[in-house]
């Protein structure tokens, strides 16, 4: 262990799920961009499924959900 | 009289582990307002295309996406690369990481070929203010990928050689940090730069 702050990481399976959310993810965000009738929904959608990506990655691949805050 | 060898005492100090991996979040922070700054200047200047072609134009979303899919997934080996060096698994470590670094190798091939393409097309980085911004942000963001790549290459070798010390130097999850914040970063080019403008 690099640091003595974790608490309990995922195992693999888990990494792979949360790899295969982005993924699905990624793919919803690619078809906004060309259903047709979302008007100005598509920006707010972009940005809220951007912002999703974000979180997921920072908070377990980051693992700022597992580390104890400073 | 104060003892300030007391107050000063060795083992008041954190973990060495910690310190680095603080210090590591700190140069994460700064970097988040140089890439702040540039994709700031990108969303002013994103409408000033002069006489070149515009975002609409000129790019490849369903190439872009699949760029952009395979540096996502990137951040799945990295974790995976850590995930086995925590279980003291080298080969799976080294594994992971070349893993890891071939993606981000083939992110970077797909952003030489997207910028060679626009050229051809017309959108030099002095054609427009649009164009400057773009390529500034974008190719520092690629520029980073290329370190993570030498640095992903280095731990690999580093590995294999028994020379991966966690107690000195960068380790996998420092490596890690800033290869996850270089997807993050990507994350938000991708919807704003990309997305967005089309």
Redesign the interface.
């Known amino acids: 262990?690099?640091?003595?702050?974790h608490i309990s990481?995922p195992t693999?399976r888990q990494?792979?799920i949360?790899?295969g959310i982005?993924?699905v993810i990624?793919a919803i965000?690619?078809a906004?961009?060309y259903i047709e009738g979302l008007g100005g929904w598509?920006?707010p959608i972009?940005?809220a499924?951007?912002a999703a990506?974000?979180t997921i990655?920072?908070r377990?691949?980051?693992h700022l959900r597992f580390d104890k805050p400073? | 009289m104060t003892d300030l060898a007391e107050v000063a005492a060795p083992e008041a100090h954190p973990p060495m582990a910690h310190v680095r991996k603080v210090a590591m979040w700190v140069f994460l922070g700064s970097e988040c307002i140089f890439f702040g700054s540039l994709l700031s200047t990108f969303l002013l200047y994103r409408t000033k295309t002069l006489d070149g072609p515009g975002a609409e134009e000129i790019f490849n979303i369903p190439f872009t996406s699949a760029s952009s899919f395979i540096l996502l997934m990137s951040s799945l080996t990295m974790v995976l690369a850590h995930h086995a060096h925590e279980r003291r698994d080298s080969r799976a470590t080294r594994i992971w990481l070349i893993g890891t670094a071939l993606l981000g190798a083939t992110f970077l091939a797909g952003q030489v070929f997207e910028f060679t393409e626009f050229v051809q097309e017309g959108l030099k980085i002095s054609t427009s203010p649009f164009a400057s911004s773009f390529y500034v942000l974008t190719g520092f963001h690629g520029a980073h990928v290329a370190v993570g790549v030498l640095m992903l290459t280095a731990m690999a070798f580093m590995s294999a050689s028994g020379r991966l010390n966690d107690s000195e130097g960068m380790n996998v999850e420092l490596v890690g940090l800033y290869w996850h914040f270089v997807d993050v970063v990507w994350i938000v080019l991708f919807t704003v730069v990309y997305l967005l403008q089309v």
């Not at chain 1, 262990?1 to 702050?5: G, I, K, L, S, V």
């Open positions: 262990m690099t640091t003595t702050q990481h693999a990494y792979w949360v790899g982005l993924a990624t965000e690619v906004v961009v598509v920006a972009l940005i499924l951007g990506k974000f990655v920072a377990w691949f980051m400073l």
